[in-house]
């Protein structure tokens, strides 16, 4: 593609572009809030790399926060967010507001059970219900080939692959791995709430992933007793544990005795801020 890169702030202009000569080729899509780190520059650099078109979109989507959660405070940083997105070598960046999105009438909502029960969802109900249709709004819009989205946010993905499959989006789902900072804290737009003290101990959430992990391979592979300790670790830091779960890396089931498939996906209330993290245990 042509190395301005554009940004479209109407779904009109969205849609008329997927249907315009210019648009032909793979199309690669990078859903995000803002707040661009080096984990969604990751994203859109593998889109680069495998698609002719690469659309980001960036749109902090009211419909997946709780009432009591971090809407308002969300960081916004478009200016910088655009001047990374371009670095990246994205083609289009797509803003629409929440007028365009949800506007007034708005009443048709896309839902996956069971899977949305569980984990984050069981935590953050609704979380997924807004993930899942606004999701579905934007692939409708953008009409992307692929879509590229960070491991660190394992549930999503699972999530958004059973919709895929049950809906018959034609999308096709490219995760992509954790990028972490240099103590190995996943990268999140979260972490700028944390204040020095809370930036230290929230190495805690690795250190606990890659204990269970280490203990696993030195053949323990009860739950119960990797959960404890990592327990114990994220204690001492002063963590606050939301859910620790050993569950199937494909399927999400809760796994009774943990294999080479397990991955273990953890929510941390580091002071006040929630962070989330997983690994496979192998
Ligand atoms: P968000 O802006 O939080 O909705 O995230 C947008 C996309 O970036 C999602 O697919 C996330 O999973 C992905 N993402 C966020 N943080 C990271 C990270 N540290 N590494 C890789 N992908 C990430």
Redesign the pocket.
Known sequence: MSSKMKVIQSIEEMVALTKSDLWSGTIGF???????????I??AEYARKECDIVVMSIYLNPTQFGPNEDLDNYPKTLKADLDKAEKAGVDYVFTPTSKMMYPDGFKSWVNVEGITDILCGAKRPNHFRGVTTIVSKLMNIVSPDLM??????YQ??AVLNTMISDLNFRTVIRP?????ESDNL????RNAYLNEDERIRARVLYQSLQKARTLYKQGTADPEILRKSMQELIQLHAGKIDYIEFVDRNTLDKKETADDNTRVIIAVFIGSTRLIDNMDLV
């Open positions: 990078v859903p995000t809030m803002g707040a661009l780190h080096r984990g969604h990751s994203l590229y989205m960070g491991e660190k946010d999503q993905i992509c791995p954790i990028i972490r996943a990268m999140s737009s």
